[in-house]
């Protein structure tokens, strides 16, 4: 879905990561998709690339790309990995090899930078792993999530490491938290936002800091309330707004489905009230 969003609206997302997926325009039914799936295959750049650039009419900045895959993925074959590159790479109109690679403990990173040495792709190869995101449940501070399904612990969290490449924790953008629908946001000024990162796009600002002790690397700091950026976003769409219950003092802020799903039947005409 990331790779559908980001060649179908590049000019609403700054960025976007694909974690264990497929190259946009790679299957046209589900027979298709499960070979793109199973099956190592091997496209060549110019045609990905025409894939996207005819997805839509933008010819303006694309969307910095990162992209994630296990080099033991039995699901997703990891020749769709380079596939992605190439896709992206062909786009922005970049080197077929990378400007830089690093190894990060078993991991391996490459990065593409564009003529004026900015970072515009960026792929990660997980030494050993299956069908996943990728998350470390240590050290202090690099940990993110919960090992289960499909969430494996690898010793390296995406969400830290895709966070940075966007430069989220240069710059926090303000969202809505346990506020009313109608109080003011801040976006960014071009207007383009992150796929999955509840964030805006490079270059906002925000008065958002997060805090860390003496010695610790600085991490970003998402206090947000779930519900009310649901309710924002059904909002803004002209969509009807869910009517989520109070949140019980001191709880955690958790998404309630209940709402969500009555909202989006009343959107399609499918129930009254």
Not at 94 to 101: I, K
Request: glycine share 10%.
């Amino acid at each position: 879905m990331a790779s559908v969003m980001l060649a179908t609206y590049p000019e609403v997302f700054a960025g976007g990561a694909i974690i264990a997926g497929l190259p946009y325009g790679c299957a046209s039914n589900v027979q298709q998709a499960f070979e793109a799936m199973f099956e190592e295959q091997g496209h060549a750049a110019q045609a990905l690339g025409d894939r996207v650039r005819a997805a839509s009419r933008h010819r303006g900045s694309w969307p910095k790309i990162s992209v994630w895959h296990g080099t033991s993925d039995p699901i997703v074959k990891p020749s769709n990995c380079e596939n992605i590159i190439r896709q992206w790479t062909n786009v922005h109109g970049l080197s077929d090899s990378p400007s830089y690679q690093e190894l990060i403990g078993s991991h391996t990173r490459r990065i593409w930078s564009d003529a004026n040495g900015k970072a515009r792709v960026e792929a990660f190869l997980i030494s050993g792993m299956a069908h996943g995101v990728p998350l470390a449940t240590t050290p202090r501070g690099q940990s993110c999530g919960a090992a289960g399904a499909f969430f494996l612990d690898v010793g390296i969290s995406s969400t830290h490491h895709i966070a940075r490449f966007w430069r989220l924790h240069e710059s926090l953008a303000e969202m809505p938290r346990a506020a009313p629908v109608s109080a003011p946001i801040r976006v960014a000024t071009d207007g383009r936002a992150f796929v999955n990162s509840g964030a805006a796009a490079e270059g906002s600002h925000s008065s958002a800091e997060a805090s860390f002790a003496e010695g610790e690397e600085r991490q970003p700091n998402y206090p947000l309330d779930p519900n009310a950026v649901i309710a924002w976003a059904f909002k803004v769409a002209g969509l009807p707004v869910p009517e989520f219950p109070p949140a019980p003092p001191g709880a955690p802020p958790r998404v309630a489905p209940g709402p969500i799903i009555a909202a989006a039947l009343k959107a399609a005409g499918l129930l009254r009230s």
